[in-house]
């Protein structure tokens, strides 16, 4: 079992950062690659960034140029650095963990991060 515990959501204006971090913990000796998705009220969930345990990345196009996401292998944690924020970005924002061999998501509980003025 791999527990996933979120934080860094809340509320910013336009234009400005959040930093979100996500920490694994129990087996995670496997992790393949770690991320984040989003849902926004009426949407269909959808990925964000995602890290590999060998450090490759993915964006979403819309988040491209203005979010980071990193990883700590030794300490099964992400993070995903937030700037230029639009209110378009406001969503419950989810960290996962994936494992290749099992072929198995774990999820974290979700955080909540609005962007409004």
């Known amino acids: 079992q791999v527990q996933l515990v979120e934080s860094g959501g809340g509320l910013v204006q336009p234009g400005g950062s959040l930093r979100l971090s996500c920490a694994a913990s129990?087996?995670?000796?496997?992790?393949?690659?770690m991320g984040w998705y989003r849902q926004a009220p009426g949407k269909q969930r959808a990925l964000v960034a995602s890290?590999?345990?060998?450090?490759?990345?993915n964006y979403a196009d819309s988040v491209k140029g203005r979010f980071t996401i990193s990883r700590d292998n030794a300490k099964a944690t992400v993070t995903l650095q937030m700037n230029s924020l639009k209110p378009e970005d406001t969503a419950v924002y989810y960290c996962?963990?994936?494992?290749?061999?099992?072929?198995?998501?774990?999820w974290g509980q979700g955080t909540q991060v609005t962007v409004s003025s």
């Open positions: 890290i590999t345990s060998g450090g490759s990345t």
């Open positions: 129990g087996s995670i000796f496997s992790i393949n690659a």
């Open positions: 996962y963990a994936f494992f290749l061999e099992q072929k198995l998501y774990y």
